[in-house]
Nanobody
Framework: QVQLVESGGGLVQAGGSLRLSCAAS????????MGWFRQAPGKEREFVAG????????YYADSVKGRFTISRDNAKNTVYLQMNSLKPEDTAVYYC????????????WGQGTQVTVSS
């Protein structure tokens, strides 16, 4: 069974930084693409960033491009989201997800970690 466990969320002031981690188990991590999504109160879940199985290809939502960086360590079965220059509008529950490949839908999700950015 696939399990994804996020950590690293918290409260930070605007302009600050956080690094989220997502530890994966239950499938061959290095063979699967990973992604980060977020959901703010009253809003739909939205894509934040994605990374290929090798880490060579990364994708970002326009709203976070230049501020967030997704990366992965296949030896540790972990994907990261480095978030810099945080804004109050980045406040949301952040979820990691996995999919068999970049042409597939995300099929497993973590439980989420809260990120709150104060102004």
């Amino acid at each position: 069974q696939v399990q994804l466990v996020e950590s690293g969320g918290g409260l930070v002031q605007a302009g600050g930084s956080l690094r989220l981690s997502c530890a994966a188990s239950g499938r061959t991590f290095s063979s699967y693409a990973m992604g980060w999504f977020r959901q703010a109160p009253g809003k739909e879940r939205e894509f934040v960033a994605g990374i290929s199985w090798s880490g060579r290809r990364t994708y970002y939502a326009d709203s976070v491009k230049g501020r967030f960086t997704i990366s992965r360590d296949n030896a540790k079965n972990t994907v990261y989201l480095q978030m810099n220059s945080l804004k109050p509008e980045d406040t949301a529950v952040y979820y990691c997800a996995t999919r068999p490949g970049e042409a597939y839908e995300y099929d497993y999700w973590g439980q989420g970690t809260q990120v709150t950015v104060s102004s």
